[in-house]
T-cell receptor, first 115, second 115 residues
Framework: KQEVTQIPAALSVPEGENLVLNCSFT??????LQWFRQDPGKGLTSLLL?????REQTSGRLNASLDKSSGRSTLYIAASQPGDSATYLC??????????????FGRGTQLTVWP | GAGVSQSPRYKVAKRGQDVALRCDPI?????LFWYQQALGQGPEFLTY????????KSGLPSDRFFAERPEGSVSTLKIQRTQQEDSAVYLC?????????????FGPGTRLTVL
């Protein structure tokens, strides 16, 4: 079974810091990996999607890397802002079997950026 | 365009009651997923539809849980004889292609509290 772990569980930093959120998964046979943001009382917003053949994806101040062989992904947030405060979730898709479409999620990293 | 919508947003049920949760996916989206998110946890897969066909229901925790999508659009998740452990946020997601291998777009969720 695919298990996804996220470290740290919570992070509180002052505005302006560069941040690194970590995600690891047990089964390297993945189709892609996705980072989501979840705000309280709201659904998940997709931030970045990395295909298994890719090494990284960038969107604005966000950069996600993928090392499939070691089962790791990192989300890098540059120059953090209070508006970045949210829970960040990592999710992977498997590339074989009857469960192709389903996502396997970690528990998330709860980020607080204070002014 | 409208995103994924879910109703009700909040539901309080007494233990033993039946509940029905509705999901309206993005128009034209073929794939539809239901996830359950307990407090402090990441979402857990429940079931997956491709059009009206339920292709994977391996995540449904018990036979008290039932999902349908009769016309390949709106979906309903029904929970019979609710228990306290059913308290969670129920998330619905849809994606355009069959197989659900592309980005999944999530609704805001329905928060179910069973007393």
């Amino acid at each position: 079974k695919q298990e996804v772990t996220q470290i740290p569980a919570a992070l509180s930093v002052p505005e302006g810091e560069n941040l690194v959120l970590n995600c690891s998964f047990t089964d390297s046979a993945i189709y892609n990996l996705q980072w989501f943001r979840q705000d309280p009382g709201k659904g998940l917003t997709s931030l970045l999607l990395i295909q298994s053949s890719q090494r990284e994806q960038t969107s604005g101040r966000l950069n996600a890397s993928l090392d499939k062989s070691s089962g790791r992904s990192t989300l890098y947030i540059a120059a953090s802002q209070p508006g970045d405060s949210a829970t960040y979730l990592c999710a992977v898709r498997r590339n074989r079997g009857s469960t192709l479409g389903r996502l396997y999620f970690g528990r998330g990293t709860q980020l607080t950026v204070w002014p | 365009g409208a995103g994924v919508s879910q109703s009700p947003r909040y539901k309080v049920a007494k233990r033993g009651q039946d509940v029905a949760l509705r999901c309206d996916p993005i128009s034209g989206h073929v794939s539809l997923f239901w996830y359950q998110q307990a407090l402090g946890q990441g979402p857990e897969f429940l079931t997956y539809f491709q059009n009206e066909a339920q292709l994977d229901k391996s995540g449904l925790p018990s036979d008290r849980f039932f999902a349908e999508r009769p016309e390949g659009s709106v979906s309903t998740l029904k929970i019979q004889r609710t228990q306290q452990e059913d308290s969670a946020v129920y998330l619905c997601a849809s994606s355009l292609p069959s197989g659900g291998l592309d980005t999944q777009y999530f609704g805001p969720g329905t928060r179910l509290t069973v007393l």
